[in-house]
């Protein structure tokens, strides 16, 4: 099993700064993508960004110049910068990793519990 532990949420004014960071562990055999969604109260779960093992990376429109993700791999960390914040950034924010769990199996989705980002104006 696989457990993905955030920190890092919390409550900041318009034009402020939050890093969020995402530790994966337990049991697998390497992480290929891993990533953070958002979730606002009343609307669907987005994609905010991606970042491969490799590096490669992919952000939504609307989080685009002031988001960066980076990770460590060697900590199986991935963390989210998340500057010049709006109140439309406040969510919950959930990482994500996908995992295989040996040389030969499949590719999983795993979640973490969440942590919230509020954003006032």
């Known amino acids: 099993q696989v457990q993905l532990v955030e920190s890092g949420g919390g409550l900041v004014q318009a034009g402020g700064s939050l890093r969020l960071s995402c530790a994966a562990s337990?049991?697998?055999?390497?992480?290929?993508?891993m990533g953070w969604y958002r979730q606002a109260p009343g609307k669907q779960r987005e994609l905010v960004t991606t970042i491969t093992s490799g590096g490669g990376t992919n952000y939504a429109d609307s989080v685009k110049g002031r988001f960066t993700i980076s990770r460590d791999n060697a900590k199986n960390t991935v963390y989210l910068q998340m500057n010049s914040l709006k109140p439309e950034d406040t969510a919950v924010y959930y990482c994500?990793?996908?995992?295989?769990?040996?040389?030969?199996?499949?590719?999983?989705?795993?979640w973490g519990q969440g942590t919230q980002v509020t954003v006032s104006s």
């Open positions: 994500n990793a996908d995992v295989k769990h040996s040389y030969a199996s499949g590719i999983y989705p795993y």
């Open positions: 337990g049991r697998f055999f390497s992480i290929y993508a």
